[in-house]
């Protein structure tokens, strides 16, 4: 099969959710056998990523403007019409917002599935024009696609009740079994090698709630003991960012930046507990990530975050709740943040590659 994917910024080592599930999930499909292409949005390629092909991908930059407001659904008018002169099998769409125009791509006569990673018109960071053009994007790609696959059960809920769309299929995001490193030098060099921490990582936007975790930190009384250290960067540097760096430099919170590979493996492997305070999630690679590295950790309490492997008195705050977040804090590490073991066999890419090609198999 010839699959041409949009909706993405693009892959390798480009910040976002739908990125690293791209990243994952497209290079096992191509190892399948099948002909894979993902369209990149050019703001997101640095100059050491000039690349065209990525293990057996192959990478077309399309233009994408450098406006949170516009970027998302100029590039998927353009992208569409650059995927059309490939002539693929199906075209992926990710994500609502680009969904927008699966009704146009359809029109070109291309079959199409679209991933529908969450309702992202509930993120704080978009006003009210914003959210009225992602709600059309979830109801056009609902109507309009051939095959929807949604990674939770409260995503295909939502599709079921407010669309009747009842034949979506259950994916999961995935993640790696990783190899814990034995090294240490990257806290060395972030000054965080002397002392316990609890960790976050994500986007610097509002919903993520990075903002709460600040000060719950803060109201915890636990900097005595502990250090607070979050990984990630904005995409688009806005007043909320600002605030949030400047937050972080007068509370002492250790600002890593966007990390991967090495430096995440080691942050990962030695933190004590991580934490996840966001308003709004699809289903978060982060919290499994940081599972995978055997963490303890607390979420907020979003359906999102409520999956089987964790524990529903003891893992959860109330999102939102600072006060609620800073008692939760004192709790888990009064009772010693333990290594975990935790039941990752849902969410094995191999087996996510192999259910998404029967989805493509379907629409055929």
Same mark, same amino acid.
């Given at each position: 099969?010839?699959?041409?994917?949009?909706?993405?910024?693009?892959?390798?080592?480009?910040?976002?959710?739908?990125?690293?599930?791209?990243?994952?999930?497209?290079?096992?499909?191509?190892?399948?056998?099948?002909?894979?292409?993902?369209?990149?949005?050019?703001?997101?390629?640095?100059?050491?990523?000039?690349?065209?092909?990525?293990?057996?991908?192959?990478?077309?930059?399309?233009?994408?403007?450098?406006?949170?407001?516009?970027?998302?659904?100029?590039?998927?008018?353009?992208?569409?019409?650059?995927?059309?002169?490939?002539?693929?099998?199906?075209?992926?769409?990710?994500?609502?917002?680009?969904?927008?125009?699966?009704?146009?791509?359809?029109?070109?006569?291309?079959?199409?599935?679209?991933?529908?990673?969450?309702?992202?018109?509930?993120?704080?960071?978009?006003?009210?024009?914003?959210?009225?053009?992602?709600?059309?994007?979830?109801?056009?790609?609902?109507?309009?696609?051939?095959?929807?696959?949604?990674?939770?059960?409260?995503?295909?809920?939502?599709?079921?009740?407010?669309?009747?769309?009842?034949?979506?299929?259950?994916?999961?995001?995935?993640?790696?079994?990783?190899?814990?490193?034995?090294?240490?030098?990257?806290?060395?060099?972030?000054?965080?090698?002397?002392?316990?921490?609890?960790?976050?990582?994500?986007?610097?936007?509002?919903?993520? /709630?990075?903002?709460?975790?600040?000060?719950?930190?803060?109201?915890?009384?636990?900097?005595?003991?502990?250090?607070?250290?979050?990984?990630?960067?904005?995409?688009?540097?806005?007043?909320?960012?600002?605030?949030?760096?400047?937050?972080?430099?007068?509370?002492?919170?250790?600002?890593?930046?966007?990390?991967? /590979?090495?430096?995440?493996?080691?942050?990962?492997?030695?933190?004590?507990?991580?934490?996840?305070?966001?308003?709004?999630?699809?289903?978060?690679?982060?919290?499994?990530?940081?599972?995978?590295?055997?963490?303890?950790?607390?979420?907020?309490?979003?359906?999102?975050?409520?999956?089987?492997?964790?524990?529903?008195?003891?893992?959860?705050?109330?999102? /939102?709740?600072?006060?609620?977040?800073?008692?939760?804090?004192?709790?888990?590490?009064?009772?010693?943040?333990?290594?975990?073991?935790?039941?990752?066999?849902?969410?094995?890419?191999?087996?996510?590659?192999?259910?998404?090609?029967?989805?493509?198999?379907?629409?055929?």
């Amino acid at each position: 099969m010839k699959i041409v994917v949009i909706g993405t910024r693009g892959i390798p080592g480009i910040l976002g959710g739908v990125e690293t599930h791209c990243e994952e999930l497209y290079p096992r499909i191509a190892a399948s056998g099948h002909d894979v292409t993902i369209i990149r949005r050019t703001p997101y390629i640095a100059e050491n990523n000039h690349i065209r092909e990525y293990k057996g991908v192959k990478l077309i930059d399309v233009y994408a403007p450098r406006r949170k407001s516009i970027e998302a659904i100029t590039h998927t008018f353009l992208a569409i019409l650059q995927a059309r002169k490939l002539h693929p099998d199906v075209l992926h769409v990710h994500a609502i917002g680009p969904a927008l125009l699966v009704p146009l791509a359809r029109l070109l006569g291309m079959r199409v599935v679209m991933t529908n990673h969450g309702p992202d018109y509930d993120r704080e960071k978009w006003g009210f024009l914003a959210k009225t053009v992602l709600k059309a994007g979830e109801w056009s790609g609902s109507h309009f696609s051939n095959r929807v696959i949604v990674i939770s059960n409260t995503i295909a809920d939502i599709l079921k009740n407010k669309y009747g769309r009842k034949d979506t299929e259950l994916i999961f995001n995935g993640v790696n079994i990783p190899d814990k490193p034995l090294s240490r030098q990257w806290l060395s060099k972030w000054g965080i090698d002397d002392k316990a921490y609890i960790m976050a990582m994500g986007r610097f936007v509002k919903e993520k /709630g990075f903002h709460t975790l600040i000060e719950a930190f803060k109201r915890s009384g636990l900097s005595a003991t502990h250090r607070l250290v979050i990984a990630g960067d904005s995409d688009h540097e806005d007043a909320y960012s600002q605030s949030l760096k400047k937050l972080a430099a007068d509370e002492n919170v250790v600002l890593t930046g966007f990390i991967k /590979g090495e430096p995440l493996a080691q942050l990962l492997t030695n933190a004590s507990l991580f934490v996840i305070p966001s308003s709004h999630e699809g289903l978060p690679i982060a919290l499994l990530e940081a599972m995978s590295y055997n963490i303890d950790v607390l979420a907020s309490d979003i359906p999102a975050n409520r999956i089987a492997q964790l524990d529903s008195k003891s893992d959860f705050f109330h999102t /939102g709740d600072t006060n609620d977040l800073a008692k939760a804090l004192k709790r888990k590490v009064s009772e010693g943040c333990h290594r975990r073991a935790y039941d990752l066999g849902p969410y094995n890419w191999d087996e996510i590659a192999a259910q998404t090609i029967g989805v493509y198999k379907s629409v055929l």
